[in-house]
């Protein structure tokens, strides 16, 4: 699914995203760039943007993004890609990962995890059949080893609630548009209040 | 459907029924006429008119009498013919024992029984499935001779298995273990009645109390799940899935579905319907009975007593691991102990009665902690190896285990010796563990459970 779409269609769920513009041109991007900015590029082909240097963060002004703006492309080699996302900078937060899949048997499942070498390494995430309900959603969150760090193990208590929010809109997005095989909003970023999903793809 | 003429019929044809003992045919119907069964027996074979002294019938249909189960043990080709005549003839049951359809990639022939059991409303169980086992009535398909499996006594427990293998050694293991089994269903192919028409009907079945269940994969996924979650509020459910790590990884594109694989979405079933998963059939054996013969208990507070020290920090730290609390005895209950027991016992918990401890000592200790309020279970650890220790502490055990005021368990790690008292144990429904960490990890499981019990209970009444 095109991203604008799949931003779109999480947006109508009332999902929290964070504002970008799908640029098609430098001249462009310069234009709509509130400082600082990250540059990625959009493109259904490339799942590992990072990996492939298709990301630039931090950008403070236009030279940078100039130069950046360049190189992402240049690194999407010979990729179709629907444009380059011009995004404000997120507010440093909590990284999570919330996500879903059709599974075979049991339909819509919703995961959660915190972002970076939590899910990655240590696997450590949860599960859940949808739909789900309040409860399954904060069972959800308290299930995975690296919970005190949202409970305020490191002195700040992360707002949950809004996150167990976020897990029953991703679970009837999930369950009521059967053509989605999987989803990432990755990274979601949690702050001590609300959250705001900066990346999606969505898999039909 | 009427699954229930599976566990409790009036008669029963046995299709395939032979002469010759080393066939199953043979042993089916030898299992029916000396294990007790009360209604009537009738084999089915065109090639010989009696077996075992029954007369044998060319045809179900040649029965004059009303036929309520049919037992098939013939090759898999003739099995859709065989139904049909059951069918006819208006036998309501029936239990494929043969193998040769969808697990060797004959689905066109599973198919075909399936049409002929939905024609004819037949309660069809397999095919390739060992059948059921009601100690109550005495219905028995499983095709082994008793010799060489042991069939459970009566009990509160009904199992249902997907694989006949595996059911087969539960069955032994049950036996020999002295476990209660209520119902025994090994399903197989599941053409007709699959897993989740027996968590369905054994969640209405008064005899079930525990529900344990064994599958490789589910039919129908979203119908399964939403059973259990039903059921669960009802009774406890201990699953074992097998196959976790078979079935090869689906390409997936996201990172959600790289994470999110087949074993991983069961494991996520199962906490979500709150059913009680095992890994292994240890835990199987290990939670089922400990759900079946214990008091539910959402208290989180253990009491430690034993005539080891070392059993005593084992113990102790199994509490720790499994995420219980050490239960802190009430001044009266240290008081209590401390005016029975010799002043070189330190009273506090985990309990040491030390190593010259006899039944007395214990008892001692256990009712003190039946008493506290500050102790939600008991943990008793007995080395069966001391001068002191003999079968006094067993009738002691059972005595306070038959109150029925909290869960206790007991371990006995050690040979014969200690084996011998732990069977007589499990026989008069006290669960016997060999290490700690199983008998608190089983703990754990029914604490987890109580507390879901709990919370729908004041749902419900709120």
Known sequence: MKYTDAVALVKRYGVEFLEGVVTRSVEEAVKVAEYPVAVKVISEEITHKTDRGCVKLNIKDEECLRGSYEEVVRNAGGARVEGVLVQKMAKPGVELIVGGRRDEQFGPVVLFGLGGVFVEVFKDFSLRVCPIERNDAVEMMQEVKAYPILAGARGKRYDVEAVADLLQKVSKLLYENEQIMEMDLNPVIVYERGYCAVDVRVMP | ?462
């Not at chain 2, 999110?260 to 089922?288: H, I, M, P, W």
């Not at chain 2, 113990?315 to 027991?341: F, Q």
């Not at chain 2, 039944?359 to 008493?371: G, T, W, Y």
């Not at chain 2, 008991?378 to 029925?404: H, Y």
């Open chain 2, 1 to 462: 459907m009427n699954i229930d003429v599976l566990f409790d019929p009036k008669s029963v044809a046995v299709i395939g029924a032979s002469r010759d003992p080393s066939k199953i045919g043979h042993v089916l119907l030898r299992n029916f006429i000396e294990g007790g069964f009360r209604g009537e027996v009738y084999p089915i074979n065109p090639k010989t008119d009696e077996i075992l002294g029954l007369k044998c019938y060319l045809s179900v249909k040649n029965v004059k009498e009303e036929v309520d189960l049919a037992v098939i043990a013939i090759p898999a080709k003739l099995v859709p013919e065989a139904l049909r005549e059951c069918g006819e003839k208006g036998v309501k049951g029936a239990i494929v024992i043969s193998g040769g359809f969808s697990e060797v990639g004959n689905v066109e022939l599973e198919n075909e029984l399936k049409e002929v059991c939905l024609k004819y409303d037949i309660a069809c169980l397999g095919p390739n499935c060992m059948g059921v086992i009601n100690p109550l009535t005495r219905v028995d398909s499983v095709f082994i001779p008793t010799y060489k499996m042991g069939r459970p006594k009566l009990g509160g427990v009904s199992f249902i298995s997907q694989s006949g293998a595996i059911g087969g050694a539960v069955l032994d293991l049950m036996a020999r273990q002295g476990f209660g089994m209520a119902k025994f269903v090994s399903y197989g192919n599941g053409a007709v009645i699959d897993e989740t028409d027996l968590l369905k009907y054994m969640a209405d079945d008064e005899r079930t109390r525990t529900i344990v269940l064994y599958i490789e994969g589910v039919r129908r996924g979203r119908e399964f799940f939403e059973t259990l979650k039903g059921v669960t509020k009802r009774k406890p459910v201990v699953v074992l899935k097998g196959g976790k790590t078979a079935g090869g990884a689906v390409a997936t594109k996201s990172h959600t579905g790289s994470l999110a694989g087949n074993a991983e979405v069961y494991e996520a079933v199962f906490k979500q319907c709150r059913a009680t998963e095992a890994r292994s059939l240890d835990e199987v054996f290990s939670f089922s009975k400990l759900f079946e013969s214990q008091p539910f208990c959402s208290g989180e507070r253990v009491g430690i007593v034993t005539n080891g020290g070392g059993l005593a920090v084992i113990a102790a730290d199994s509490v720790e691991e499994n995420g219980l609390k050490l239960a802190e005895l009430s001044p009266e209950s240290v008081e209590r102990i401390r005016e029975r027991v010799p002043a070189y016992v330190n009273v506090k918990n985990p309990l040491d009665l030390s190593g010259d401890a006899g039944a007395e000592r214990f008892e001692v200790a256990i009712n003190a902690m039946l008493e506290d309020e500050n102790v939600d279970s008991i943990v008793v650890g007995v080395l069966f190896q001391t001068e002191s220790i003999d079968s006094r502490v067993v009738s002691m055990i059972v005595g306070a285990s038959n109150l029925k005021r909290k869960p206790i368990v007991v371990v006995c790690p050690g040979g014969e010796y200690a084996e011998v008292h732990s069977r007589i144990l499990e026989n008069c429904g006290v669960p016997t563990y060999t290490s700690s960490s199983s008998a608190v990890r089983a703990l754990r499981k029914l604490v987890d459970y109580s507390k879901f019990v709990d919370k729908s209970r004041e749902l419900k009444s709120s």
